[in-house]
Nanobody, 114 residues
Framework: VQVVESGGGLVQPGGSLRLSCVVS????????MSWYRQISGKEREPVAS????????NYADSVDGRAKISRDNTKNMVFLELNNLKVEDTATYYC????????WGQGTQVTVPS
């Protein structure tokens, strides 16, 4: 199973970005997907999750109202749109397949400078 994130970068406070994740080697449409993040010096924390069909999603309080998770099962991809970015959103963001086991990507860095 391969999980590859992209779309991170340097974004000014108040800006937006869209993270992408492409998955291969597994029946993508069968599984829920999640985004996690790890702020330097802290444990990884969940950001958002979406069901296999894409009909339901949930968000961490820290991003609720500023984030949108979506997926395209025809392309084996999941996305995370983050708006009104804050300095505290600076982190490495990970895509996770909630499969028979959790499959993690290598992460993509998002930096929001102060």
């Amino acid at each position: 199973v391969q999980v590859v994130e992209s779309g991170g970068g340097l974004v000014q406070p108040g800006g937006s970005l869209r993270l992408s994740c492409v998955v291969s080697g597994i029946a993508f449409s069968r599984y829920a997907m999640s985004w996690y993040r790890q702020i330097s010096g802290k444990e990884r924390e969940p950001v958002a999750s979406i069901t296999s069909t894409g009909y339901n999603a949930n968000y961490a309080d820290s991003v609720d109202g500023r984030a949108k998770i979506s997926r395209d099962n025809t392309k084996n991809m999941v996305f995370l749109e983050l708006n009104n970015l804050k300095v505290e959103d600076t982190a490495t963001y990970y895509c996770v397949v909630r499969g028979p086991q959790n499959y993690w990507g290598q992460g993509t860095q998002v930096t929001v400078p102060s």
